[in-house]
């Protein structure tokens, strides 16, 4: 797929990977709009260029309303990046207000946008849907249960549409990245991929039309999983 002269929303575009992401199109010649709540780094997007969209979409309304803006912008690229992790532990309180909104956030926000922009994105001349996952997609680790069980269930509904969506001009992508140094894993020791790289496999993907983002050690992780699905799980339940 030619990255120039589309036009692309990038959920979570303000930071991190998505951010790299929105910069990398740009750089391409894209016309990115990009979305987030924190007014600073809207700010931030805007001085650099940016359409800068401030939409919460761990709820209904923000989703929608986002979605509303995006129509009128007749979208080519529409990347739903945007995510967070939550705590559940079982041996503390749980907060199961937080822990809704980050499914909505991780998981429902995804599935209520393909399903207000797919008619659009169908009837471009090319055009390409990627759902951002993780890693622990394939396999979860013991300490984000429902982190991991988002991006699960959003790499079983990609898989699903993209088979709806065979035979159109509209590729659907899985990105799956591995660790990456960004605000959300700033509390993680261990080695990180810079998200520069990461929003370069996945952009690539992107141009080669593409099925999977397998991104760094993730390709590893897929390989021991498709050995043995018990040894990829025994080593990511402890993460
Ligand atoms: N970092 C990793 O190691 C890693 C690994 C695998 C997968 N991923 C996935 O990659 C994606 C990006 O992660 P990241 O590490 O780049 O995260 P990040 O640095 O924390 O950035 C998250 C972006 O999403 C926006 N966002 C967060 N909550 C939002 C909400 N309720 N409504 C709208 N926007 C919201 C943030 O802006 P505001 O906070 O201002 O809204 C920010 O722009 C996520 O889906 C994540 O699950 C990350």
Request: net charge positive.
């Amino acid at each position: 797929m030619e990255i120039r002269g589309k036009v692309a929303l990038v959920t979570g575009g303000t930071d991190g990977i998505g951010l790299c992401i929105a910069r990398l199109l740009k750089e391409k010649g894209a016309t990115v709009i990009v979305c987030g709540r924190r007014t600073n780094l809207l700010a931030s997007a805007r001085a650099e260029g940016f359409e800068a969209i401030e939409a919460d979409l761990s709820s209904r309304e923000g989703v929608t309303a986002l979605a509303q803006t995006a129509t009128a912008r007749t979208l080519d690229i529409l990347i739903n990046n945007a995510g967070a992790g939550v705590d559940y532990d079982l041996a503390e309180a749980i907060d199961l207000d937080a822990v809704d909104r980050t499914i909505f956030l991780n998981l429902d926000a995804p599935i209520h946008l393909a399903a207000l922009l797919v008619p659009q994105l169908k009837a471009r001349p090319e055009a390409a849907l990627v759902n951002v996952t993780s890693g622990l997609a394939i396999a979860p680790r013991a300490g984000g249960p429902v982190y991991c069980a988002t991006k699960a269930g959003l790499r079983s509904f990609t898989k699903a549409i993209r088979f709806q969506l065979r035979g159109t001009r509209l590729n659907v992508i899985e990105a799956l990245p591995p660790v990456v140094e960004t605000a959300m894993t700033a509390s993680r020791s261990g080695s990180k991929m810079k998200p520069e790289q990461c929003a370069a496999e996945i952009v690539a993907a992107i141009e080669g039309n593409r099925q999977e983002a397998n991104v760094g050690m993730v390709k590893l992780l897929k390989l021991v999983h498709s050995i043995s699905p018990r040894l990829a799980e025994a080593i990511m339940i402890r993460f």
